[in-house]
């Protein structure tokens, strides 16, 4: 297996079990997601360190809207307390903020932490670490059917396009497709998350929440997946 076959470049991780966390520990939801925050910037610096290019979190789904209106509004505030506390940080270490999902929908104050999180650190090279708010893949390949098919109306492009081509319209245009989806706190479900570019990812299931999900337990989920055998449809040579 060359190395570029093995390279974990891209991880994706469903940041599951804040809240039935927090229940556990006989605490508010909300403090699971306090919690829960913080540690994205432990597994981000974790990443880092493990050789990983690409972090992608799943933060709040288009579903999650269903939530009661208390915990929506708090989670809704979670970006501008993590950015207040580690931005700075995240800048020094070169990380790159990114976001996918539709923002406008966000509430303008959330917004406005977002993209002033993204403008800060648009120049670095380190790290890119996506934050997935407001963002369902279903909805994601709508829109990028819609753009597309504008563009076909306005004689920009053909019908005949490549996959290659069609990622273009997506979320996660300039960013390689996802090499290894994790989920905490043990479910197994993918939840409407990067149904695209996680076609040929490999996948683990942990039992840890997300508040619980260590550097160590990433190492090991990287580890399995560097002794998986990727073959992407093809057949393993003899």
């Keep these: 297996m060359s190395n570029e076959t093995k390279a974990c470049r891209h991880v994706a991780i469903i940041m599951d079990g804040n809240g039935r966390w927090a229940k556990a520990q006989g605490k508010p939801r909300t403090a699971g997601h306090l919690v829960g925050a913080d540690n994205v910037r432990t597994i981000a610096i974790a990443a880092s360190e493990l050789g990983v290019e690409y972090l992608t979190l799943y933060a709040f789904s288009t579903e999650n809207w269903k939530r009661s209106e208390d915990e929506v509004n708090y989670i809704m505030k979670l970006p501008k307390i993590f950015f207040g506390k580690y931005m700075k940080e995240f800048i020094e270490r070169g990380y790159r903020m990114r976001m996918i999902g539709e923002l406008d929908r966000l509430p303008k104050e959330?917004?406005?932490?977002?993209?002033?999180?993204?403008?800060?650190?648009?120049?670095?090279?380190?790290?890119?670490?996506?934050?997935?708010?407001?963002?369902?893949?279903?909805?994601?390949?709508?829109?990028?059917?819609?753009?597309?098919?504008?563009?076909?109306?306005?004689?920009?492009?053909?019908?005949?396009?490549?996959?290659?081509?069609f990622e273009q319209y997506l979320m996660t245009?300039?960013?390689?497709?996802?090499?290894?989806?994790?989920?905490?706190?043990?479910?197994?479900?993918?939840?409407?998350?990067?149904?695209?570019?996680?076609?040929?990812?490999?996948?683990?299931?942990?039992?840890?929440?997300?508040?619980?999900?260590?550097?160590?337990?990433?190492?090991?989920?990287?580890?399995?997946?560097?002794?998986?055998?990727?073959r992407f449809g093809g057949v393993k040579n003899e």
């Design 110 to 165: 959330t917004k406005r932490v977002l993209d002033d999180a993204v403008e800060q650190s648009k120049n670095n090279t380190g790290l890119n670490l996506s934050i997935a708010i407001n963002y369902g893949s279903q909805r994601e390949l709508v829109l990028a059917a819609e753009r597309y098919a504008k563009d076909v109306k306005d004689g920009k492009i053909g019908l005949d396009i490549s996959n290659e081509e």
């Design 173 to 230: 245009a300039d960013m390689p497709n996802v090499d290894l989806l994790i989920r905490t706190s043990g479910e197994l479900r993918i939840s409407n998350y990067l149904l695209w570019q996680i076609a040929y990812a490999e996948l683990e299931f942990v039992p840890e929440a997300w508040p619980e999900f260590t550097p160590e337990v990433l190492e090991r989920c990287i580890r399995n997946f560097g002794n998986r055998d990727r």
